[in-house]
């Protein structure tokens, strides 16, 4: 079986440095954008099996992108999980609106995080 | 400052001499007109601070000068001279703006006093209104400035996160050994670095709580809430916290408390601040307790008590302890894992729950912290109906009259609702025991129909029978599913003594 592949975005170099490393110790393969318009062109381009997704990106943000790819019956069985600095309540609400599989606030817990990927990746 | 005075008197006599005397025993400056038009003209072009017109003047009399000095130039304050035949005139020049009236023969130094007193109370009005414009630009300068921090506050607490996230991250990946095998004085620094970033977050967590309360931005969600059941649940989540200092936790909280009408979160946020401060601040093996009951001295609300055998705060910080960033004894060594804005949170939580919050306290003894919550509307017509079953009862204990409570439930497998069957036997019994009845009463908490009668056993049971009739007639004859519907009742003095025992013994009717 080949390893999944995981769409890591977030224009946050060194948050995104220790997320991929992270997650490339758990033997996945790692793709990262730094802005949501090459976000949405990986993820057309390559599929990824889930997605890790800031909302406030250079160019096009996160609500847009994963709206974008939630309302395209080729991506949408996609898992997002929106990572984000942003913890109103209604930001949040704004995220699942947009069909985001989870919302996850800044800092977090790394392990709590990988769990989270683990369970979305063997549904 | 010299004040300038227009004079207008048609008579050319009466004008020089005002003119001279004024002159003369004032520092004001003095100039004449002889008519209405002549006046007007000159307040238009001029600066005027007073004009002093005589009624009967040429081309518009004295009040009509008044009246429109008022209307183009309000600034300009008017005194009218009148006769003393003339005396309305002057009532009517007062309404339309004039300052005062001076009556002729005119007494030069009274009236020189008069003049004066009008253009000093001028003079203080203009002030006044010059500090009331002042105060009012501070103040909204102030609210520009407060929001502006509660924005800052909002947009800081964002940009801190993304830098505490890869913080966090890093030291969790080298405290977990999955960059390689650390040793144990480095696993117990990062433990440390590792402590002070969640600390951080929940300052930042706090300062947006205060930010957005503060902004009037927080989301209140109110529902009716079992009070008791939210308690019992936050004690259960602090009880590890409390069993780490072996501290016993208390609830006292009678079942029957009404039910309240406030946001969930929001009162779980208050009571875990409250009982954590509490925990927090109780030394091993000390008590934690948590009670509530009604409160009536403000309003219909229930007050909840969280009581502790801590150290307690003094007599003159009591007040101040909601204060943001307030430490009682000034020093950090008490707020090693607090952020010194919890109670003030909290305080803004029960106050956008429309409660109130105070705190009462011992030094050595401990500390209790009360804040109210209002009682929810349905409860509160149930204190009607508490009100009602109190009144009748004292009123047959006075009189020595017996009373007899019904209580009637209906059960209903069929389609109609319990809220339409109730609303149509309370209008039937209304209509059968009119005649005996007090009172037919609803209770909105489990929806049952009370009946209130002012009569003995041998009465009731004639009351009891017309009942059943009734409802047979109307709910039961000629349906397929007809409701099920109970009748309770019992009689003071003959079966129950007390009101309590009363309604139990009714109540008790209505099971099985």
Redesign the interface.
Same mark, same amino acid.
């Given at each position: 079986m080949s390893p999944k592949k995981i769409l890591v975005v977030d224009d946050e170099v060194d948050l995104v440095k220790t997320i991929s490393f992270s997650l490339e110790r758990e033997g996945y393969t790692v793709l990262v954008s730094l802005n949501g318009e090459d976000a949405l062109n990986q993820a057309r381009r390559e599929s990824p099996d889930l997605i890790l997704l800031d909302i406030m990106l250079p160019k096009l943000d996160g609500y847009k992108v994963c709206r974008l790819l939630k309302f395209d019956e080729r991506y949408k069985h996609i898992p997002i999980l929106m990572l984000t600095a942003k913890v109103q309540e209604k930001d949040k609400a704004l995220g699942m609106e947009t069909g985001a599989d989870e919302y996850i606030t800044k800092p977090f817990d790394t392990d709590e995080l990988m769990e989270k990927i683990k369970s979305y990746l063997s549904q | 400052m010299e004040n300038r005075i227009l004079v207008v008197d048609d008579e050319k006599e009466t004008r020089e001499l005002l003119s001279g005397a004024l002159t003369r025993l004032s520092d004001f400056r003095v100039e004449l007109a002889e008519d209405g038009e002549e006046a007007l003209r000159r307040i238009e072009q001029e600066n005027f601070d007073l004009v002093l017109t005589d009624l009967k003047i040429p081309k518009k009399n004295g009040l009509q000068l008044v009246a429109e000095i008022a209307k183009s130039k309000p600034e300009v304050l008017t005194v009218l001279m009148t006769d003393h035949e003339t005396m309305d005139s002057a009532l009517e020049a007062m309404k339309q703006g004039a300052s005062d009236c001076l009556t002729k023969p005119l007494n030069v130094e009274e009236m020189i006093v008069r003049l004066q007193r009008v253009l000093d109370e001028r003079q203080r009005f203009v002030r006044l209104k010059e500090l009331a414009a002042q105060l009012e630009r501070a103040n909204q300068e102030f609210k520009r400035l407060d929001q502006m921090k509660s924005e800052f506050i909002s947009v800081a607490?964002?940009?801190l996160? *993304?830098? /505490?996230? #890869? !913080?966090?991250? !890093?030291v969790? /990946?080298i405290l977990?050994g999955?960059t390689g095998e650390i040793n144990e004085v480095q696993a117990d620094f990062l433990s440390m670095a590792e402590k002070n #970033?969640d600390r951080l *977050?929940s300052i930042l967590?706090n300062l /947006?709580d205060l930010s957005?309360i503060e902004y009037g931005k927080i989301?209140i969600k109110s529902e009716e809430l079992d009070l008791r059941g939210i308690i019992e649940f936050i004690l259960s989540s602090l009880k590890p916290q409390a069993e780490e200092k072996s501290i016993q936790l208390y609830m006292e909280v009678p079942r029957e408390l009404p039910l309240i009408y406030g946001d969930r979160g929001k009162i779980e946020q208050i009571l875990t601040n409250l009982i954590g401060n509490a925990i927090k601040f109780t030394p091993e093996g000390g008590e934690v307790s948590v009670l509530s009951k009604p409160f009536y001295a403000d309003g219909n609300m229930v007050a909840i008590s969280v009581r502790d055998s801590g150290i307690g705060i003094p007599e003159d910080h009591l007040e101040r302890v909601f204060e943001k960033f307030y430490q009682v004894d000034g020093s950090l060594h008490r707020s090693t894992s607090g952020t010194g804005l919890g109670l003030a949170i909290t305080k803004g939580l029960v106050e956008a729950n429309d409660g109130t919050i105070w705190a009462e306290s011992h030094v050595g003894k401990g500390s209790t912290f009360t804040f109210t919550l209002p009682i929810s509307k349905g409860e509160k017509r149930d204190l009607r109906f508490r009100h009602i079953l109190d009144k009748a009862f004292q009123r047959a204990q006075g009189n020595l009259t017996s009373l007899t409570l019904f209580l009637i439930d209906v059960v209903d497998e069929g389609s109609q609702s319990k809220d339409a069957l109730i609303g149509l036997l309370e209008e039937k019994l209304i209509e059968c025991v009119y005649r005996k009845a007090d009172t037919v009463v609803r209770r909105e908490k489990d929806k049952i129909l009370a009946v209130l009668c002012d009569t003995d056993v041998m009465g009731a049971q004639v009351i009891r029978e017309r009942i059943e009739q009734e409802v047979q007639e109307h709910f039961v004859k000629g349906r397929e599913t007809p409701p099920v519907i109970k009748v309770g009742a019992a009689t003071y003095p003959e079966e129950a003594l007390s009101k309590r025992e009363l309604f139990r013994k009714a109540k008790g009717q209505l099971r099985g």
């Open positions: - | 607490s964002h940009e996160r *993304t830098p /505490l996230a #890869t !913080i966090k991250n !890093i969790q /990946l977990k999955r #970033t *977050t967590n /947006l957005r989301d």
